[in-house]
């Protein structure tokens, strides 16, 4: 079954961009990656871009309805996800505890609907 694990975190929690410990999340979430990928559950995964980029589109009575910004005004933003086939909630759940951001954020696991 396919679970998509989102990665939530406020931006300026965790490590900060050029420090040392950044640099250590980037290379734990290298390993976890690569580890998915070994163990053939991998189908997908990128992180965001800031929420300062983001972009909403509602449309209502028939009329776009633009905003800058993400949809929801919260503190944890989603910063990324990865794509897995797993053979269950439970190892979806074990992978979403290895990844680094998990430490300071949440990992929010859904599973994609089958029609």
């Known amino acids: 079954m396919q679970y998509l694990l989102m990665i939530y975190a406020a931006e300026d929690a965790g490590p900060q961009p050029g420090t040392d410990e950044f640099m250590q999340m980037l290379d734990g979430y290298q390993k976890f990656t690569d580890e998915v990928q070994a ?68 990992i929010e696991i859904r599973p994609i609907m089958k029609y």
Not at 58 to 79: H, Y
Not at 90 to 98: L, P, S, T, V
């Open 39 to 106: 163990d053939g559950v991998f189908l997908a995964g990128e992180p965001l871009d800031s929420i300062t980029t983001a972009t909403t589109v509602q449309v209502r009575s028939g009329k776009n309805k633009i905003t800058d910004g993400p949809f929801a005004e919260t503190k944890e933003a989603l910063g990324g996800y990865y794509l897995l086939d797993c053979k269950d909630l439970d190892e979806a759940i074990g992978y979403a505890a290895k990844i680094p951001s998990a430490a300071y954020g949440s």
